[in-house]
């Protein structure tokens, strides 16, 4: 990634789709304790930490993620966490939970849930976010978009094979809402917005990038979107 799309990235809230209220249904799901060892694997700037130490102050939160400065960020802004840089397939330790917002699909949803499972104390169960297509039939736009941004993204029949395959039982699941996106999509826009004056031609290409992507979300949203998984070992 060029520097260009850091300048765009840098410093906001969030870099997937999320909100409180599906961490906290994925929580209650889980049924994950109050002083739960808790992994946020690929945690980008650390805004599900932020709602994890809320909702479970008493818990052990490690965020684990390969860029160094959302680690960095992380530590100066939640010191009470345990920032790692590392690799989301190699995480250190054992944990009750390991949540996961839409970064799965960097390493890949089976190879994550495969090197998960010997990270999983008893009783443990792994919560995660990815992109599938909620129709057969996507618009020629969302399908050009997402062919290139991630090309092996499954249906739901298929992303549901995956983690069964990968030895896991669903516990429940769920589709990420409007206000997860716009947690995302929002702070997004603003910056886009902000920038865009003072732009030099490699900015502008990704600003002109990031606005299709948000507009593609506005007009064809409905033939994606975040699904929430929670499962345990089967
Ligand atoms: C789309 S962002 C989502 C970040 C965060 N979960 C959020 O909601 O703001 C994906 C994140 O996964 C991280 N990532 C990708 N592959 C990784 C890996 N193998 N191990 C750890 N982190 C990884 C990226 O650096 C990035 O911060």
């Known amino acids: 990634m060029n520097a260009a799309f850091f300048t765009v990235h840098s410093d906001l809230p969030r870099e997937a789709p999320g909100d409180e209220v599906s961490l906290s249904w994925a929580l ?31 818990a052990s939160l490690t965020g684990l993620d390969l860029h160094a400065p959302f680690i960095d960020r992380i530590r100066a802004e939640q010191p009470h966490v345990q920032a790692v840089v590392g690799d989301m397939l190699r995480p250190e330790g054992q944990f009750d939970f390991i949540w996961s917002a839409g970064a799965a699909y960097g390493p890949g949803v089976s ?49 549901l094979a995956r983690v069964e395959g ?59 979107g975040y699904y929430l998984t929670v499962a345990v070992p089967a």
């Not at 709602?51 to 008493?58: A, K, T």
């Not at 999983?120 to 599938?132: E, W």
């Open 28 to 58: 209650r799901l889980a049924d994950v304790g109050e002083r739960a060892r808790i992994l946020a694997a690929g945690c980008g700037p650390g805004a599900d930490l932020q709602v994890l130490s809320r909702l479970r102050p008493g």
């Open 166 to 224: 990968a030895g896991y039982r669903v516990l429940g699941a769920r589709w990420l809402g409007v206000a997860a996106w716009d947690a995302y999509y929002g702070p997004l826009a603003q910056r886009v917005e902000a920038l865009r004056p003072n732009a030099d031609a490699d900015l502008i290409e990704v600003l002109d990038d990031t606005q299709a992507e948000i507009e593609l979300w506005k007009a064809h949203g409905g033939d994606y």
């Open 111 to 159: 190879n994550v849930l495969s090197a998960w499972r010997q990270h999983l104390a008893p009783g443990g169960a792994v919560a995660f976010s990815d992109c599938l297509w909620r129709v057969p039939r996507p618009s020629p736009a969302a399908r050009a978009f997402w062919e290139r941004d991630y090309p092996g993204m499954m249906d739901l029949p298929n992303h």
